[in-house]
């Protein structure tokens, strides 16, 4: 009787651990399918041939935040919370810009000019961004690229309301 008990209860700990293992599996299979559905719309709304420019644009709107912080710092100006909070809200907006302007060039043509452009402007304006802030910390900033750059921003900007 005690060999039986001790076969069910090796029995009872194999099926735990099957029963663990199994859970992992399942667990890692449902994040795995939500993580490839979130891709396949991101993809989808940014378009695939984007994906690569458009982590490039996240990359400088972390740059710009890290440069506009040692700025700051540099130049003993208080960094607020409520700016520190702008990065990832600028992040998910210029997602939204870029996947509005692909969906738009899908309906009416031109779609590979509309989205470079759009992400080109962006990029242009993070570098600037990026540049300036090198230049308030007292690093040389080459004029001839700021001064191009700033051209380019300037004849392709619609100001919102707030002027930014």
């Known amino acids: 009787m005690e060999t039986l008990n001790k076969m069910n209860s090796y029995f009872h700990l194999i099926k735990q651990h099957i029963t663990e293992i199994w859970d992992k599996v399942c667990l890692a299979c449902a994040s795995k399918s939500i ?14 041939n984007n994906s690569n420019v458009m982590g490039i644009l996240v990359v400088l709107v972390v740059f710009d935040f890290i440069t506009a912080i040692m700025s700051a710092y540099k130049t003993g100006v208080q960094i607020e919370s409520r700016r520190v909070f702008k990065t990832p809200i600028k992040i998910f907006i210029y997602t939204i810009l870029v996947s509005a302007v692909h969906l738009v060039g899908q309906v009416i043509g031109g779609q590979e000019f509309l989205d470079y452009s759009s992400i080109g402007f962006l990029v242009v304006t993070e570098a600037v961004s990026i540049l300036e802030n090198i230049a308030r910390m007292g690093f040389a ?13 300037k004849d392709d900007v619609v100001k919102g309301e707030k002027g930014e």
């Open 35 to 48: 993580l490839g559905v979130g891709f396949g719309i991101f993809n989808y709304l940014i378009g695939v």
């Open 141 to 153: 900033v080459p004029s001839k690229v700021l001064n191009r750059l700033l051209e380019i921003k």
